[in-house]
């Protein structure tokens, strides 16, 4: 069963630097696309960044140039180095994998989530 874990989250002041970690468990087969959301309080969830498993990446404009995707497949880890922190940028934010399996729905991708960590930016 996959599982995804995350930490890193907390309280940084405006222009400091937070770095986020995603442990992938139980998953047996390689991870396509591995990414971060975040939520902040009465908007909708939006897509921060993602790699895939062969290391491409893609930013929302918002964080582009501020903010770092990497992951390390050994250790199914998947972080998000986080710089010049602004207060736009606080939000509970959730890591997500695709994983290909055979599912409820046939053989396709399946997204896995994490339960999400709070990242609050201080001006």
């Known amino acids: 069963q996959v599982q995804l874990v995350e930490s890193g989250g907390g309280l940084v002041q405006a222009g400091g630097s937070l770095e986020l970690s995603c442990a992938a468990s139980g998953v047996t087969f390689s991870i396509d696309v591995m990414g971060w959301y975040r939520q902040a309080p009465g908007k909708q969830r939006e897509l921060v960044t993602t790699?895939?498993?062969?290391?491409?990446?893609n930013y929302a404009d918002a964080v582009k140039g501020r903010f770092t995707i990497s992951r390390d497949n050994a250790k199914n880890t998947v972080y998000l180095q986080m710089n010049s922190l602004k207060p736009e940028d606080t939000a509970v934010y959730y890591c997500?994998?695709?994983?290909?399996?055979?599912?409820?729905?046939?053989?396709?991708?399946?997204?896995?989530w994490g339960q999400g960590t709070q990242v609050t930016v201080s001006s």
């Open positions: 997500n994998g695709e994983v290909y399996r055979h599912g409820t729905r046939g053989w396709g991708t399946y997204d896995y």
């Open positions: 790699i895939s498993s062969g290391g491409s990446t």
